[in-house]
């Protein structure tokens, strides 16, 4: 039976996704992007050599893997080209196989420019965005005055798009966060000559994945970001601008929701968060630092240290409902190896009382405190284990109550970054 599977992140990002998309590459016929843009980072380790990811799918180094980027994405032209060169120098072959919907809303140069003054305008408030422009595009897409990946191979249409949203842009640009404005004749000419690089790369995507499913196809919808970071559902305004969550499988790739068979949720056995905002479990001690050591917790977009803490039980339980979770995968359990106790977060204190569930106003999220149940740990090394009956007992304690406290069953666990080191319990694809 075809079988569509959703990935998603159900955390604050860099679950491990990444490395999870690659290794189910192997089952499908496509991979398919549906929202985010280059803000994002994965990261795939095989045989010892490291591969990140910010735009193209996480299945090109499967081969033969249909890797497509659906009309969600926030597409810039000029990290597509760098990410695409890299890969073809390596002997990847992405030229034949990558494939990007006709509707993606581009990211220009100005959409950088905007989400750097912005975030400087911002000061102690800023978002910590990747700076990558992804805000200001979602704006321009939604506003109804966005480009298109279609009008970069339309000259005539682009300059006259152009000319209008420059008028706009420049006049923010010079006069409210006074930037240098930007010359529309250079921006024509360098989005016309990005765009020629890509053109035979233009399809429906939209309609070929219902021809896959209809020609009983696997399918992989690869999520970027993570559930806490959405826009609707996550911790407003620190959050990115797409919807991370379930429903931008659909409305980021054009399919049914017919179309989504089974959602996997990527969870840290601990969390990590890069940039602003709230993150009750963080930790501040020398266990945050030791997580951070020894799970390597720097961003691959930015380079950013990522803020390390406990595992959010009430949190990751939230979007597992958000998201219609059919099963879980816990990523990095080998990073909690060699600690005396571990902590899973199962309810807040807000204002003197106890809630088992996220605060109503978001604006609470900052006065949230944790309450923990206290795990002890294991001295053994769990590093690339494949077997279940080879875990220590305490861990697979650990992961039971993770589990339990959740909401959904752990179907795999991955024990170290490369693509062979997993526990396969329930294998998404039968
Ligand atoms: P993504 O954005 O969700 O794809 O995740 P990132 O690639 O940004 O961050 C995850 C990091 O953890 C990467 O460096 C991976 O190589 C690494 N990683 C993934 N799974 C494991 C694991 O089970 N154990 C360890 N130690 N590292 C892992
Ligand atoms: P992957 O796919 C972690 C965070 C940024 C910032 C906020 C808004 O690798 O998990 P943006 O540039 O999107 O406007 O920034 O979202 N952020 C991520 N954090 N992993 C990511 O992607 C992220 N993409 C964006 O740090 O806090
Ligand atoms: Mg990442």
New binding site residues.
Partial sequence: MAQSVAIL?TQW???????IVDLLSEKVNAVVRFQGGHN????L?IDGKKTVLHLIPSGILQPGVECMIGNGVVLSPSALKAEVDALEAKGVDVFSRLKISSSCPIIMGYHELIDSAREKARGKEAIGTTGRGIGPAYEDKVSRRGIRFADLLNAKRLEKKLDQILDYHNFVLEHYYQVEPLNPGMVLDDALQLGACFADMMIDVSGRLHQLRDAGKNILFEGAQGSWLDIDHGTYPYVTSSNTTVGGVCTGSGVGIDAVDYVLG?TKAYTTRVGSGPFPTELFDDVGVRLADR??EVG?TTGRARRCGWLDAVATARMVKVNGMTGLCV?????LDGFKELKICTAYRLNGEIIKHIPLDAEDWDQVEPIYEVFPGWQENTRGITELEKLPNNARAYLQAMEDFCGAPIHMI????ERS?NIIIQFPFG
Avoid: F, R
Avoid at 13 to 19: Q, T
Avoid at 40 to 43: I, K, S, V
């Fill in positions: 992140g990002g860099d679950e491990g996704k990444g490395k994002a980072g994965h990261t380790i990527i799970g390597h691959a990523t990095k359990l080998d990073v991955s024990t170290g970054p080191e």
